[in-house]
């Protein structure tokens, strides 16, 4: 069944770095993938056709106004970043409605990220359950051992398994 869930599956991918799309078109070859590299461009497929998935970056093609159409129409998101890669960014994105946050050097994993989201769903949970999990050793080398100190609240009342 786990590899069922992205199989036809339409992806939006929206970078302004060409060899981030390809990647992650090669990355997804069981999904049928659009690509973007524009704000403009991006919009257009969010507000033109029915998409399962999109996948945004943030910086260079106005990541969080994407994210606000795509909720908008039902769009599972996901926001991939280099540079606004922060404790801050994390927390705004998963606020504004985002099913996850991926740092681009986590992009090799992104098959496995989008299968947390379609099986959190799948089984009535939080998109962000398997997020920590995967993701909290990463941010602690990263960020510091102390990275969630920033807002504890925030994270005391995180999704987890």
């Not at 260079?60 to 039902?74: C, E, Q």
Request: hydrophobic share 40%; net charge negative.
């Amino acid at each position: 069944m786990a590899e069922d869930l992205l199989k036809g599956k339409r992806v939006l991918i929206v970078d302004d770095e060409p060899d981030v799309l390809d990647t992650l078109e090669i990355l997804l070859p069981m999904c049928k993938v659009e690509k973007a590299s524009s704000f403009e461009s991006a919009k257009g497929f969010l507000e033109s056709g029915p998409l399962d998935i999109a996948i945004l970056d943030i910086m260079g093609v106005d990541g969080y106004k994407l994210l606000d159409i795509a909720k908008g129409k039902g769009i599972i998101t996901v926001m991939l970043t280099a540079h606004a890669l922060s404790v801050d960014d994390t927390i705004r994105s998963y606020k504004g409605g985002a099913a996850s946050y991926l740092p681009k050097d986590k992009m090799s994993e992104i098959e496995s990220f989008l299968r947390d989201i379609l099986e959190a769903r799948a089984e009535g949970k939080h998109s962000w359950w398997r997020w920590l999990d995967r993701l909290g050793s990463y941010y602690e080398k990263k960020f510091g051992q102390n990275w969630q100190d920033k807002d504890k609240d925030f994270w005391r009342n995180f999704p987890s398994w």
